[in-house]
Antibody, heavy 121, light 107 residues
Framework: QVQLQQWGAGLLRPSETLSLTCAVH????????WSWIRQSPGKGLEWIGE???????NYNPSLKGVFTISVDPPKNQFSLRLDSVTAADTAVYYC???????????????WGQGSLVTVSS | DIQLTQSPPFLSASVGDKVSITCRAS??????LAWYQQKPGTAPKVLLY???KLETGVPSRFSGSGSGTEFTLTITSLQPEDFATYYC?????????FGQGTRLEIK
């Protein structure tokens, strides 16, 4: 049973750096894509981007390249970084595993518990 | 980008009712659609993928149908634990897109 455990600073001031890490337990880290998704207060789900264990990344172009996702395969971990946060980045951030059920389609079958990040001066 | 539009945004129903939620895609996506359930303070949980394939462990009162641009999530005989927000997601093109959600409330 795969489990994703995430952590990182929850209260940031504007212009500080958001840094979150997600650790994968109970399943292989290799061979999967791993995503970050955020949910602003009272809003829907926004996909930020994904990383393969090999380091290949894809990002949501609507977020204008401000996020960086990295991976540490020996530790079974992947991370999210955002430099210079603003109040608009206040959200719950989730890490999630993408499960490919056919060659070209995947869904999120396992999620972290979520991390509330609040940006306030 | 593909856009997903869910309707209705809010739905009020009673325990035992049958309800349906629709997700319309701005362009054809075959059967590449998933449905998630989210309860307050928790991460979303997948219910169905491939438009109609039930995820392991999900009760059979949940079902999905549709292809192309119109999809439906149906819940028969609503249980108290089913009152939550439901999201659709398209599965095979970038960027990953979710519908805006349908909040199912107890009448």
């Amino acid at each position: 049973q795969v489990q994703l455990q995430q952590w990182g600073a929850g209260l940031l001031r504007p212009s500080e750096t958001l840094s979150l890490t997600c650790a994968v337990h109970g399943a292989s880290f290799n061979g999967y894509y791993w995503s970050w998704i955020r949910q602003s207060p009272g809003k829907g789900l926004e996909w930020i981007g994904e990383i393969h264990h090999s380091g290949t990344t894809n990002y949501n172009p609507s977020l204008k390249g401000v996020f960086t996702i990295s991976v540490d395969p020996p530790k079974n971990q992947f991370s999210l970084r955002l430099d210079s946060v603003t109040a608009a980045d206040t959200a719950v951030y989730y890490c999630a595993r993408e499960y490919y059920y056919d060659q070209s389609a995947s869904y999120f079958d396992s999620w972290g518990q979520g991390s509330l990040v609040t940006v306030s001066s | 980008d593909i856009q997903l539009t869910q309707s209705p945004p809010f739905l009020s129903a009673s325990v035992g009712d049958k309800v349906s939620i629709t997700c319309r895609a701005s362009q054809a996506i075959g059967t590449y659609l998933a449905w998630y359930q989210q309860k307050p303070g928790t991460a979303p949980k997948v219910l169905l993928y491939g438009a109609s394939k039930l995820e392991t462990g999900v009760p059979s009162r949940f079902s999905g149908s549709g292809s192309g641009t119109e999809f439906t999530l149906t819940i028969t005989s609503l249980q108290p634990e089913d009152f939550a927000t439901y999201y659709c997601q398209q599965l095979n093109t970038y960027p990953v897109i979710f519908g805006q959600g349908t909040r199912l409330e107890i009448k």
